[in-house]
């Protein structure tokens, strides 16, 4: 567990290990341990209804339900990307070879 409770990226690295230790674990006692047994496609639906309400959360101007909302999505990213065997050390590099693209450029090369 990393020290600093306050930094995002040290608590989503813990995170991401609590959530990696709770696979195979009884599906019955951890909700991880169901979600992650569920498979990615599961996974995804409940972080794709979680993103909706960080979306009305936001939009409603509520600092509150934003903050509670985004930590629950936070959570369900990180089991959609645990479940599908990607690791926030892949997401990393992906955005920090992003960082020297401007944005514009880098959303025309998706498309």
């Known amino acids: 567990m990393h020290a600093d409770k306050s930094d995002l990226g040290a608590v989503m690295t813990d995170l991401f290990e609590t ?3 709770r696979r195979g674990a009884s599906p019955s006692t951890s909700y991880t341990a169901a979600l992650l047994e569920a498979g990615p496609a599961r996974c995804a639906k409940k972080f794709g209804e979680e993103a909706v309400e960080v ?8 600092k509150a339900e934003l903050t509670k909302e985004t930590a629950d999505a936070l959570y369900h990213l990180l089991v959609l990307l645990a479940a599908a065997g990607v690791s926030p050390a892949d997401v990393a590099r992906e ?3 992003r960082e020297a693209v401007s944005g ?5 090369s998706r498309e």
Do not use: P, Q, W, Y
């Open 95 to 97: 955005l920090r070879r």
């Open 55 to 62: 979306t009305i959360a936001g939009v409603t101007g509520d």
């Open 19 to 21: 959530i990696s230790s």
């Open 104 to 108: 514009h450029a880098e959303k025309a």
